[in-house]
Antibody
């Protein structure tokens, strides 16, 4: 069974940093693109960014709203995805979802984690 | 950036009804369009990719159609478990963007 389990969320002050993790299981993690998607309270879904797989050199893409503040990385040996968030703003408050890209290119999302809540507040 | 516009933003329907949700892209996206279902307090669930292909395990009452800029999600016979918010999303290029959502409520 495919599983994605996020962790690392919590309360952080504006300007602070936080690192989210996503533990993957039930599939060959290294084969897949992986994404982060967030959802502010009561709002819609917003794509945060993507890391491609090893075959595509682990290159990354980011939404303009987080570029130069957030960094996506992965450790295929640990089947883990990460989101390093720096210079956090109140508008970054959201549930953050880890999402698997499908096995075709371009990859549609096919599996979602349960999400982890990040609250940026003083 | 490609803007995705869903309509309606909400609708009321009864069990057994046929429901259609529309999604329009601000420029052509071929068939790189996905649909997701989200229930309150839960993570989204992937329903459809490539505009019309069902994800594994998704009931056949869900179907998708369209290409280019105009797409539809149809639920042929609404079931109690289908009351939720539905989102479309394009994945033609970056940034990936979502529609604003359509909330399907019980009439």
């Amino acid at each position: 069974e495919v599983q994605l389990v996020e962790s690392g969320g919590g309360l952080v002050q504006p300007g602070g940093s936080l690192r989210l993790s996503c533990a993957a299981s039930g599939f060959i993690f290294s084969d897949h693109y992986m994404d982060w998607v967030r959802q502010a309270p009561g709002k819609g879904l917003e794509w945060v960014g993507r890391t491609r797989n090893k075959a595509n050199s682990y290159t990354t893409e980011y939404a303009a709203s987080v570029k130069d503040r957030f960094t996506i990385s992965r450790d295929d040996s640990k089947n883990s995805l990460y989101l390093q968030m720096n210079s956090l703003k109140t508008e970054d408050t959201a549930v953050y979802y880890c999402v698997r890209g499908g096995s075709i290119i371009p990859p549609p999302f096919d599996c979602w984690g349960q999400g982890t809540l990040v609250t940026v507040s003083s | 950036d490609i803007q995705m516009t869903q309509s309606p933003s909400s609708l009321s329907a009864s069990v057994g009804d046929r429901v259609t949700i529309t999604c329009r892209a601000s420029q052509g996206i071929s068939n790189y369009l996905a649909w997701f279902q989200q229930k309150p307090g839960k993570a989204p669930k992937s329903l459809i990719y490539h505009a019309s292909s069902l994800q594994s395990g998704v009931p056949s009452r869900f179907s998708g159609s369209g290409s280019g800029t105009d797409f539809t999600l149809t639920i042929s016979s609404l079931q109690p478990e289908d009351f939720a918010t539905y989102y479309c999303q394009h994945y033609k290029n970056y940034p990936l963007t979502f529609g604003g959502g359509t909330k399907v409520e019980i009439k």
